[in-house]
T-cell receptor
Framework: AQSVAQPEDQVNVAEGNPLTVKCTYSVSGNPYLFWYVQYPNRGLQFLLKYITGDNLVKGSYGFEAEFNKSQTSFHLKKPSALVSDSALYFCAVRANTGGFKTIFGAGTRLFVKA | GAVVSQHPSRVICKSGTSVKIECRSLDFQATTMFWYRQFPKQSLMLMATSNEGSKATYEQGVEKDKFLINHASLTLSTLTVTSAHPEDSSFYIC??????????????FGPGTRLTVL
């Protein structure tokens, strides 16, 4: 069965500092991995995805994520946080064995302080 | 880009009434749409997968007679909450898969519908 863990309910970081939002996953076979961001009372916005290839994936708004197969992790990173990055971030995984069912993590709230 | 709309964005209804929520893919065809429910400060819970022209596939624990899903066209899926009760109050989000893309691509999400049942 697929599962996604986001071990931190909230991450606090000062503006200008690097940020990391953690995600680990469990899936049969090779995974498709995604990060989404959600602002209050809004749907999810796609940030980036890993399908295959380079383990470092670059996405929207300066975010990137590194796929680590041995650690089954897909942490989201940004070199310099902005106050406007404050939002709820979801990691998601989908098995590549067919089907389209995507499982979401519990979400991590990022708070960037000016 | 791929845009998914939901209507209404907010709805307040009395207990016992039914509410219909629409999900539309505006610039692409979606043979598959998904309905999620999100409780405050919680993740998205997949309720059902909606396939155009066929019956929806419900996740375990989701009452199919309570949450009626219809996917009559390639651009429209509807979720009807029947005989709504206060515990059905939640944020409902739909997403759509672009039929023209591979299965490894992201889903496109609607902005969500906030349902409040009094």
């Amino acid at each position: 069965a697929q599962s996604v863990a986001q071990p931190e309910d909230q991450v606090n970081v000062a503006e200008g500092n690097p940020l990391t939002v953690k995600c680990t996953y469990s899936v049969s076979g090779n995974p498709y991995l995604f990060w989404y961001v959600q602002y209050p009372n809004r749907g999810l916005q796609f940030l980036l995805k890993y399908i295959t290839g380079d383990n470092l994936v670059k996405g929207s708004y300066g975010f990137e994520a590194e796929f680590n197969k041995s650690q089954t992790s897909f942490h989201l990173k940004k070199p310099s946080a902005l106050v406007s990055d404050s939002a709820l971030y979801f990691c998601a995984v989908r098995a590549n064995t067919g089907g389209f069912k995507t499982i979401f993590g519990a979400g991590t709230r990022l708070f960037v302080k000016a | 880009g791929a845009v998914v709309s939901q209507h209404p964005s907010r709805v307040i209804c009395k207990s016992g009434t039914s509410v219909k929520i629409e999900c539309r893919s505006l610039d692409f065809q979606a043979t598959t749409m998904f309905w999620y429910r999100q409780f405050p400060k919680q993740s998205l819970m997949l309720m059902a997968t909606s396939n155009e022209g066929s019956k929806a596939t419900y996740e375990q624990g989701v009452e199919k007679d309570k949450f009626l899903i219809n996917h009559a066209s390639l651009t429209l899926s509807t979720l009807t909450v029947t005989s709504a009760h206060p515990e059905d109050s939640s944020f409902y989000i739909c997403s759509a898969r672009d039929s023209g893309r591979g299965s490894y691509n992201e889903q496109f999400f609607g902005p969500g519908t906030r349902l409040t049942v009094l």
